[in-house]
T-cell receptor, first 108, second 116 residues
Framework: GQQVMQIPQYQHVQEGEDFTTYCNSS?????IQWYKQRPGGHPVFLIQ?????EVKKQKRLTFQFGEAKKNSSLHITATQTTDVGTYFC????????FGAGTILRVKS | DSGVTQTPKHLITATGQRVTLRCSPR?????VYWYQQSLDQGLQFLIQ???????AKGNILERFSAQQFPDLHSELNLSSLELGDSALYFC???????????????FGNGTRLTVT
């Protein structure tokens, strides 16, 4: 069945360093969504990518959707302590499947 | 505030017991999803309802059941509880799909279940 793999599982960075999390799907996706869950909170929708090769930016966050629509990445430039949390991708194939998430910790 | 309401916030119960978790979706959303999240783990999809009908099923145990009522609120019933069922249970809702865009999921604050 459809699977979405997300790496790394954890990332501990110094404040100001960059961060990237990657998602790979076993099947071609119609679109992919990204969510952020702050510690003790609930997942919150960040963005959706639909087109092959699409790149979207939200301030320091850059989201990419691969040409084959099977992979995606989220890159944060110059991390801040407010970026801590777990970042999930969720791929829509024939159903919505969440990746396992990447836990980001930022050392100040 | 996501507009999704889950009750109760916390639930402590003993093994073997049965509990019911309740979710009210955002106004206008027809889909309700249930997810289980254990400590520092990912989101395990349990089940989805759309306008009262079961739409998709994930790794939901036979001891668990759910339903969506005519007013679109949903309940997740967990029975014969085991220690391993202790987790955060999220409900999410979404609006109908529009074109190529799947509507985002809006999550409630979750119900933290502790089985002792």
């Amino acid at each position: 069945g459809q699977q979405v793999m997300q790496i790394p599982q954890y990332q501990h960075v110094q404040e100001g360093e960059d961060f990237t999390t990657y998602c790979n799907s076993s099947t071609t996706l119609s679109n992919i969504q990204w969510y952020k869950q702050r510690p003790g909170g609930h997942p919150v929708f960040l963005i959706q990518l639909v087109k092959s090769g699409e790149v979207k930016k939200q301030k320091r966050l850059t989201f990419q959707f691969g040409e084959a629509k099977k992979n995606s990445s989220l890159h944060i430039t110059a991390t801040q302590t407010t970026d801590v949390g777990t970042y999930f991708c969720a791929g829509h194939g024939n159903k919505l499947v969440f990746g396992a998430g990447t836990i980001l910790r930022v050392k100040s | 505030d996501s507009g999704v309401t889950q009750t109760p916030k916390h639930l402590i119960t003993a093994t073997g017991q049965r509990v019911t978790l309740r979710c009210s979706p955002r106004s206008g959303d027809l889909s309700v999803y249930w997810y289980q999240q254990s400590l520092d783990q990912g989101l395990q999809f349990l089940i989805q309802y759309y306008n009262g009908e079961e739409r998709a099923k994930g790794n939901i145990l036979e001891r668990f059941s759910a339903q969506q009522f005519p007013d679109l609120h949903s309940e997740l019933n967990l029975s014969s509880l085991e220690l391993g069922d202790s987790a955060l249970y999220f409900c999410a809702s979404s609006a109908p799909r529009q074109g190529p865009y799947n509507s985002p999921l809006h999550f409630g604050n979750g119900t933290r279940l502790t089985v002792t």
